[in-house]
């Protein structure tokens, strides 16, 4: 692949599309890329960059003076990853891993900011088993696509993260971002999907990680979840239904064992916000996390029911 084509690579990935015109595999050519960017190459990576950030509001200071050239291997590994999508191709994913295994990872928010403006066209492609690896490899090395993509279960480098969340408009795009990895809720019931299940639970995860690391995220948490509660929330104030938790819980005992199993994966993404549930008066200043959700919520995972009974007993009281 020359560097034209690469060039028509990233010229569709600033239009939302995946769509590699060929494989790259020779060393010349990725030394090269690295080497002696061209400049029409170079001006593509900051319009990728671009196109991210303004999707994000005030985060214009943000914006790097450079970008690092080998944002130009991650693109490469991307295009190599979706050409194979249904093209099976045994060299090219042994060089596009070693590839990978080779990419410095991101240390600053330069080459994190750089990373994911390509990296965040990753779920467009399907990755086919065996190139898992690469997919998983590449977002090892970006620590906030790793946050953006919490389904891919990827070890990252936790300390870049949490600087990356300290900006405002980070925090923001991500809250916005998890809250559409929600299933919609629908009438008739049906089996949730796999992707989804384990998106929601590793977000899960990637949130008690944050609050185990330090409690001053505890706002931050509570904010999604306030922002979580609030727009699912249905029907009338006096009366409000979260239609979605309930089929959650209905998925829960159904008969279907993959059914059950996905309801619980889809339901750990809320396991954080139990672990806050002990401190009722933190969750005070959150007026949008309504105390019915909660009770919803640890209705349906055990662990906090008699707390929650207890808690919302005191708010009626109040």
Known sequence: MSTRSLAFFLHHLLAGELAPIGPVSDRTTLNRLIEQPAPQIQALLGAQMDALLARWPGSGYLRPQAIPSATLWVAVALNNLAWAADRPDPRLLTVTLRLAQALPPAVDLAAALAYHSVLQHLPRSTTPADWRPVARQLVACSPLTALWLPELNTPFAWDLARDLLHHPPVQVALRNHWLT???????????????????????????????????????????????????????????????????????RISTDPLQRRRAEHLLSRYRPLLSLMHNPAGLSPYVHLDVRFLTLIADLLPAKRLEMRRVSREEGKG
């Open 181 to 251: 990895l929600l299933p919609a809720a629908v009438a008739a019931p049906r089996i949730l999907p796999m992707a989804c299940a384990e998106a929601n639970r590793e977000l899960g995860r990637v949130l008690t990680a944050l609050l185990d690391r330090d409690n001053g995220w505890h706002p931050f948490v509570l904010a999604f979840y306030e922002a979580d509660c609030a727009m699912q929330r249905r029907g009338c104030p006096e009366r409000p239904e979260w239609p979605l938790i309930t089929q959650l819980g209905a998925a």
